[in-house]
């Protein structure tokens, strides 16, 4: 099969590969899927798990991807709930080979089914934006209707999934980012917008909640503007800044078939839209990720 590799973390996205590599079988509890979409996120190439395998082994040349949406074309041994030819999306583990390639071998419960009237690339565009955002705002943050959250990258891939999911959740939004992107933020849902080259988060007074998909200097002052006991959730990776008597939580996201079933359900009844930016194929997966100018919005990689 057709598969996009890395073998040296010090050259990132312009060191990746179109290569011929095996065709991956279905273990225990596992399916094949023919990859008809696949996301990816720039972070990886970052993410130890790319590199090495859970004993800290050298696993290059890897092939990266983990969020895709395709055609079940095999099941291993004992696996259950899913059948040859059904459409599915979903989130592969980080430490194999991922989905940017034709064919990718996964556990079967990493998957949900994608309903027909949802295209791959949809499918594939909300696998990682939207588990991270539900499980931020939801399983971390707690939010609740009537409750404030500010969420940093409003108009992001991940906040303007966040912003949506809050917003039908009942809460009061306040997105962050650059100047350019008010008018995505505000098309996506927040109630209020900080420009942060040229605004303060001290101008907001205390929120319940600060969903933080940044990290860097943001992180510190957000602890700030968050009332006593609120919380602040990131995904940026561990951080001293704690809120007055509230809790700070550092996550990765996890795979989760409950929840996909649900995002995608309210993509069905419209509740729900991705923020999708490059569509490419896989023989011009690497210049897509090595754009020309900033890319917005997530790029897919259409495989079949």
Known sequence: ??????????????????????????????????VHASGFTFDELAWPSTWTDRLDRDRTPSIPGHEFSGI?????????????????FGL??????????????????????????????????????????????????RLQSGQSVIIHGAAGVVGSMAVQLARQAGAYIIGTGRA????????????????LDNGTLEDVGNVDLVFDV?????????AGVIRPGGTLVT???????????????????????????ELVQRVREGKLKTNIGTIAGLDDAIAAFNPSSPAKGKTIIRVH
């Open 92 to 141: 592969a583990d980080w430490f194999r080979d991922g989905s940017l390639a034709e064919y990718i071998a996964i556990e079967a419960r990493n998957l949900a089914p994608l309903p027909g009237d949802v295209d791959f690339t949809i499918g594939a565009a909300l696998v990682m934006p939207g588990l991270t955002a539900f499980q931020g705002l939801f399983e971390h943050g």
């Open 1 to 34: 099969m057709k598969a996009i590799i890395v073998t040296n973390e010090a050259e990132g996205t312009a060191g990746m590969k179109l290569a011929e590599r095996a065709d991956p079988a279905a273990a225990m509890n596992e399916v094949v899927v023919q």
């Open 180 to 195: 350019s992107g008010r008018q995505t933020a505000h098309e996506f849902g927040v109630h209020e917008y900080i420009d």
């Open 72 to 88: 079940v074309t095999a099941l291993g041994y004992g696996t259950t709930g899913l059948s040859i030819g059904q459409r599915v």
């Open 214 to 222: 940044l990290g860097g200097e943001i992180t510190t002052p957000s």
């Open 235 to 261: 995904i940026a990776g561990p951080t001293d800044a704690r809120p007055i008597d509230g809790r700070t939580i550092d996550f990765i996201v996890e795979a989760d078939r409950r929840q996909l079933t």
